[in-house]
């Protein structure tokens, strides 16, 4: 083997941040499996990543021995489980770089936290005088009152989860549900952003990455536009948070969302990330103990936030085992992950083109687009490509990966996707280059 | 797992070269003719099944769709197996096939109940598939319901 030295003044390899991919894939158990008598090879982390011992050691740890209920104990246990819990949220503030930790909010999932986001301006449009809703010693928010003529602006590209909640306010609400297309490439359309954001655009709520087209929007000219005209802006992280460095005040988004089994972290637990002023003028959703300030038998008081919307006894170990997965996230280091990616994108990018009759969905090129790969094979059905790939071994995610819009827009009922994650290897890939061949010989 | 005994070469050459699809209107006037349209939720699959029947014998069974190997050879396979059948006998094979679909692998098929059928006997060995094989079959026994005839097995739980 030759080696080329790089002119210096040059990029150099070194130049990037990089980790060693089989000392990562020691730290997660499942990776040993076998699948139908094959390594396996996983493709699927779009759909949930797997999880390093550190997090699953934490999960236990806690069970057995800090083990208690937040927030309302004097006793030992109950401060170490509510420093436990409380120091994820610090933990997940700063890997998101929040500039405070009371501005996150602990959910079950991202469609929890985009949920909570509609219902709070549901709450706030239900009744003019509805102040008993507002937070303590507030008028309701304007910015949160929805009725006919107000707008909501989402995109032909959204999963399922922020596409529902806001048909379902706008019906409760007369407000018009809006959206931005999607190109031929793959991209967000932004040619009618002047018309489609206008004042009477309430909030714009838009997916940082396609989970099924593998496009990262550029947001920095919608931002400018909702600021523009006054409106809120939510942008669902749920595919960026695990695989890029995401800072929200760079964003300069009002709220994120993002799920913590995506990111090493276990289910049922994700975060609404808010600007501190929002969410303290943001009406409560959910009723109960632990979001409170007073209760009588005719009226209550709402606690600040986060406790304001995080009702009864929260997802506690899953709270602090995802602040692990952060920590284990955080020593790998998220540049260095995300550039692991980009070189495994631009080598599955190639593989695939190179198999005859594939159609990828989405920006063909590693740029601007995450390791999330949607394709057709001929016209074998994403199912049985899914079913010969899962008998050599490879998982992948067959179907309409929850985004049936998309679908639509590209013309097919469904579509085989294949996703990347910091353990994701080269060989993987080949693997499921060599895999899809073997499904032309059944189908051909 | 075998993936020859779930892509059985019936099952794909049924797949291939469907047999009787695309829908037709009734040949004879006086028979009622109703349709159902199914859709898998989880992998978009779909499939219209048009039953025409004068109450007595299934004179037509027509189908359009589009779906994965196994829920397009499915419906190719129940069109040869009930078209022309009397409607008692059609929902015998029909019930024989919900039971093989509903087996988990361990029900042995009767050949001469099931013709082709018996090809999906390994497709019941697939709980993520048997709904795609069960799909066209649904959809049949919603459009004959609405065509006024009979009403056979329950769907089963996969």
Redesign the interface.
């Known amino acids: 083997m030759t080696s080329i030295a790089i002119p210096t003044g040059m990029p150099q390899y070194d130049d990037v941040p990089r980790f060693d991919v089989a000392r990562v894939r020691a730290d997660f158990p499942i990776l040993d499996r076998e699948i139908n008598g094959h390594p396996l090879v996983y493709l699927d982390s779009a759909n949930t990543s797997h999880k390093p011992r550190a997090v699953l050691d934490v999960l236990g740890e806690h069970y057995a021995r800090h083990n208690a209920n937040v927030s309302r104990s004097v006793h030992t246990l109950g401060t170490e489980a509510t420093e436990a819990y409380e120091g994820a949220r610090a933990k997940i503030a700063a890997f998101i770089n929040a500039p405070s930790a009371d501005e996150v909010v602990f959910t079950k999932n991202s469609t929890e936290a985009i949920n909570l986001v509609a219902y709070a301006f549901s709450n706030a449009s239900l009744r003019p005088d509805a102040s008993v809703l507002a937070a303590p010693s507030r008028e309701t928010d304007e910015r949160f009152r929805l009725g006919p003529g107000d707008e909501v602006v989402i995109s032909e590209m959204e999963h399922h989860s922020n596409i529902v909640p806001w048909q379902l306010l706008c019906e409760r609400t007369g407000a018009t549900l809006r959206w931005f297309p999607v190109t031929d490439g793959g991209r967000l359309d932004e040619s009618g952003l002047d018309d489609l954001v206008t004042e009477r655009t309430k909030i714009v709520s838009l997916v940082h990455m396609s989970n099924i087209l593998g496009t990262i929007n550029a947001t920095s000219r919608i931002t400018a536009r909702v600021r523009e005209v006054g409106a809120l802006l939510l942008l669902d992280c749920s595919q960026s948070v695990p695989h890029l460095p995401i800072d929200v005040v760079d964003l300069d988004a009002d709220y994120i969302v993002f799920t913590g089994h995506k990111m090493c972290g276990p289910t049922g637990i994700g975060v609404l990330w808010g600007r501190g002023e929002l969410l303290a003028a943001m009406p409560p959703v959910f009723g109960g103990g632990s979001m409170i300030e007073t209760v009588t038998m005719a009226r209550s008081t709402f606690a600040a936030p986060p406790a304001r919307f995080e009702a009864g006894t929260p997802p506690i170990a899953e709270a602090v085992a995802l602040g692990a997965a952060v920590d284990y996230l955080t020593g790998i280091g998220m540049p260095a992950i995300q550039w692991h990616e980009k070189e495994l994108t631009a080598y599955a990018l190639d593989a695939l083109g190179s198999v005859r009759d594939l159609r990828i969905f989405g920006p063909t090129v590693p740029v601007g687009r995450g390791g999330t790969i949607s394709f057709a094979l001929g016209d074998v059905h994403p199912h049985d490509v899914g079913q010969v790939l899962d008998s050599l071994g490879v998982q992948v995610r067959v179907g309409h990966h929850c985004a049936k819009p998309v679908c639509s827009r590209f013309g097919v009922p469904a579509t085989t996707r294949a996703s990347f994650y910091l353990y994701t290897t080269t060989e993987e890939i080949d693997a499921l280059v060599a895999g899809l061949e073997q499904v032309r010989k059944v189908f051909d | 797992?075998q993936?020859d005994q779930?892509?059985q070469e019936i099952i794909?050459d049924h797949y291939k070269h469907p047999h009787g699809r695309g829908l037709r209107d009734a040949e004879d006037l006086g028979d009622q003719v109703a349709e159902a349209h199914h859709v898998n939720p989880?992998?978009?699959?779909?499939v219209t099944v048009r039953v025409a029947t004068d109450g007595a014998v299934l004179h037509d069974i027509s189908y359009d769709g589009?779906?994965?190997?196994?829920s397009?050879a499915s419906a190719s396979v129940l069109h040869e197996l009930l078209r022309g059948r009397g409607t008692g006998e059609a929902f015998a094979v029909h019930e024989a096939f919900v039971e093989l679909m509903s087996g988990r692998g361990q029900v042995t098929p009767d050949e001469d109940v099931l013709g082709d059928g018996v090809a999906f006997a390994g497709v019941a060995r697939?709980p993520a598939?048997v709904k795609?094989a069960l799909l066209p079959w649904m959809a049949f026994k919603d459009a004959a319901a609405r065509a006024g005839v009979g009403v056979s097995p329950e769907e089963v739980k996969a």
Do not use: K, P
């Not at chain 2, 589009?66 to 196994?70: A, D, E, K, L, P």
């Open positions: 797992m993936l779930l892509y794909l989880t992998c978009g699959d779909e589009m779906g994965c190997s196994i397009q697939y598939r795609c």
